[in-house]
């Protein structure tokens, strides 16, 4: 009996000890970076996100670019010079619903006019 109680103890220890040498490592931490709005953003304006149809132009995969995404597109329109540039963002200017978006569109568009008239 007096040694029932140290060899209960010892395997108890024994036993928690194996769990953790032997138990899978937990992932490391990442941290999170979210590149898109969450999803109450995108519930609040689905009838946007479903219109929009111009960044599928560049990208099919762009079908449904939330409004960062569509302005950063619009932003690099802007460096772009061509034919096919001005085009895309004259039909992006009479489409997109948001009004950031849309002044950037307006911009990229002016500039493209504003260089084009200088050459």
């Known amino acids: ?5 140290p060899i209960f ?38 009838a946007r996100i479903a219109t929009v149809r111009w960044p599928a132009q560049i990208d099919a995969r762009a079908s449904d670019a939330d409004a960062e995404v569509r302005l950063a597109l619009a932003r690099e329109l802007g460096g772009c010079r061509g034919r096919w540039a001005r085009e895309t963002l004259t039909h992006a200017l009479a489409e997109e619903p948001d009004p950031r978006v849309a002044s950037a569109l307006a911009e990229a568009l002016k500039s493209m006019r504003d260089e084009a008239a200088q050459a």
């Open 1 to 5: 009996m007096t040694l029932g109680i």
């Open 9 to 46: 103890c010892f395997a108890c220890f024994l036993a928690f000890s194996s769990i953790a040498i032997f138990a899978p490592r937990r992932a490391p931490a990442v941290p999170l970076v979210r590149f898109e709005p969450g999803a109450s953003q995108r519930e609040r304006e689905p």
